[in-house]
């Protein structure tokens, strides 16, 4: 597509729920990552995609987040178990190569009540 | 560990006032600069990048920033502010890897 897209714009959840976040990156992308941003803070790296595999997941708070990329395009995150410190608004952005920027997704506003 | 501080958290200036915003980071080695921008209710975009050359980048919608290595700095600027650049700006650096840092915004308000 001609930018990322990210499904869905909004969720709410109840603590202890289980929630899956999906990311559409633009096609030939090879790269994608997720970010987390929390109100008033800049984006905080969770998770970075090359292809199908996770090359650095160094971000992921604990192993109640998950994320997958089967075909090396469409990523979902998952939360497990999720708490109202999850609130957040999830980020994902897909670029062509090392450093050369990214270009961002509209987000997920995921609040949990 | 690399990280970003911005100076100001909130900015506010009258239309055609110019604009500076302070952008510190915290790495030894050769990094990646950017800046980028969020208008209220859309997704973070890209307004100019750094890699190597010419310190003064020049972006989109007349925005410009300076990188001053040895003050490990790149401070955004604009001669004259619109009503329309109303928008949180991130600066953010990458270290040549994939992992990119972001400051903690700063948010600025143009007042008509």
């Known amino acids: 597509g001609a930018g990322v897209s990210q499904t869905p714009s909004n969720k709410v959840t109840e603590k202890g729920k289980y929630v899956e976040l999906r990311c559409d990156p633009i096609?030939?992308?090879?790269?994608l990552y997720w970010y987390r941003q929390s109100l008033g803070q800049g984006p905080e790296f969770l998770i970075y995609?090359?292809?199908?595999?996770?090359?650095?997941d160094s971000g992921l708070p604990n192993d109640r987040f998950f994320a997958v990329r089967p075909e090396g395009s469409v990523s979902t995150l998952k939360i497990q178990r999720t708490e109202r410190g999850d609130s957040a608004v999830y980020l994902c952005?897909?670029?062509?190569?090392?450093?050369?920027?990214?270009?961002f997704g509209s987000g997920t506003r995921l609040t949990v009540v | 560990a690399q990280s970003v501080s911005q100076h100001n958290h909130h900015v506010i200036l009258s239309e055609a006032a110019s604009l500076e915003l302070g952008c510190n980071y915290s790495?030894?080695?050769?990094?990646?600069l950017f800046w980028y921008v969020q208008y209220p209710g859309q997704h973070l975009q890209l307004l100019l990048k750094?890699?190597?050359?010419?310190?003064l980048v020049k972006g989109i919608k007349g925005f410009e920033a300076e990188f001053i290595k040895s003050k490990f700095s790149f401070n955004l600027r604009k001669p004259s502010v619109q009503w329309s650049d109303t928008a949180e700006y991130f600066c953010?650096?990458?270290?040549?890897?994939?992992?990119?840092?972001f400051g903690p915004g700063t948010r600025l308000s143009v007042l008509p």
């Open positions: 952005a897909s670029s062509t190569g090392t450093g050369y920027g990214y270009t």
């Open positions: 096609s030939g992308h090879t790269a």
């Open positions: 995609f090359q292809g199908t595999g996770a090359a650095d």
């Open positions: 790495y030894g080695g050769t990094v990646n």
């Open positions: 750094y890699f190597s050359g010419d310190p």
């Open positions: 953010a650096v990458n270290d040549q890897g994939q992992n990119f840092v």
